[in-house]
């Protein structure tokens, strides 16, 4: 069965620190592989999505970057951090296919002080 | 004009209680539907699918209304344990995106 795997499960990090969080799944091949950001008692905004290693799509400019290195890793990261940036970050993956169910890691809480 | 819109709530109910939520999609080329739970500084969950012709599980029954652009979510008989934060969450034709509503908050009641 398919498993995805994110940490850290939480984070507290200076404004101007730099950020990396990985996210990486199991028991698939080629999954497609979104980071979305929960602002507290907000939805879930998308970040990033990405079908294929080293292919990103940018939904929000911001103040973020990802990275997929390898076919079942997807990095976020941020050179520096800034308040606005706290929130609960949720990698998720699904099937290769369009229009399929996403499924979520457990999450980062993030905050920054 | 948002996505994906869905009422907050909450919906504070009792238990046995019936309650309806629904969620309206802006995009007419929206392709596939589902409907998620997250629990309290939890990730979400799928809860199920959305099928054109409707469909249910247990409890649950969801419905798509392709004419006016909104999905449904019916709890019958709510538990307590039904109290969560309710997501509805849409795949546009063509597009890896999946888009999700802000959530609809249940608190079902003893």
């Known amino acids: 069965s398919q498993t995805i795997h994110q940490w850290p499960a939480t984070l507290v990090q200076p404004v101007g620190s730099p950020l990396s969080l990985e996210c990486t799944v199991e028991g698939t091949s080629n999954p497609n592989l979104y980071w979305y950001r929960q602002a507290a008692g907000r939805g879930l905004q998308l970040l990033f999505y990405?079908?294929?290693?080293?292919?990103i799509s940018s939904e929000v400019p911001q103040n973020l970057s990802a990275s997929r290195p390898q076919d079942r890793q997807f990095i976020l990261s941020s050179k520096k951090l800034l308040l606005s940036d706290s929130g609960f970050y949720l990698c998720?993956?699904?099937?290769?296919?369009?229009?399929?169910?996403?499924?979520f890691g457990q999450g980062t809480r993030l905050t920054v002080v | 004009r948002k996505e994906v819109e869905q009422d907050p709530g909450p919906f504070n109910v009792p238990e046995g209680a019936t309650v309806a939520f629904n969620c309206t999609y802006s995009n007419s080329a929206s392709q596939s539907f589902f409907w998620y739970r997250q629990d309290c500084r939890k990730e979400p969950k799928l809860l199920m699918s959305?099928?054109?012709s409707g469909n249910e599980d247990g409890r649950f029954t969801a419905q798509l209304n392709r004419a006016s652009q909104y999905i449904s979510l019916l709890i019958r008989d709510s538990k307590l344990s039904d109290s969560a934060t309710y997501l509805c969450a849409v795949n546009i034709m063509g597009s890896y995106k999946l888009i999700f509503g802000s959530g609809t908050r249940l608190l079902v009641r003893p």
């Open positions: 998720a993956w699904s099937s290769t296919f369009m229009n399929t169910e996403a499924f």
């Open positions: 959305v099928y054109s």
């Open positions: 990405s079908v294929g290693i080293g292919q």
